[in-house]
């Protein structure tokens, strides 16, 4: 089984501002924030990271 993970340092610009739209206009936890770009990306991750 292989994870579609995201290295923190390949973040676009336009991720950045999907995270802080969830968290700043949409009052998202860091667990939701993880969960959304985990079902956003088709990661298996969940809620679990970022």
């Known amino acids: 089984m292989t994870h579609n ?3 923190p340092a390949t973040i676009t610009l ?3 501002a ?3 739209t ?3 206009d949409e ?3 860091w667990r939701a924030v993880a ?3 985990s ?3 088709g990661s ?3 809620s679990n990271r970022l």
């Open 27 to 29: 009052d998202y936890s």
């Open 44 to 46: 298996e991750w969940g």
């Open 22 to 24: 969830w968290r700043c």
């Open 14 to 16: 336009e991720m950045a």
């Open 5 to 7: 993970t995201v290295d």
């Open 39 to 41: 079902d956003l990306r």
């Open 35 to 37: 969960q959304a770009a």
């Open 18 to 20: 999907q995270i802080r």
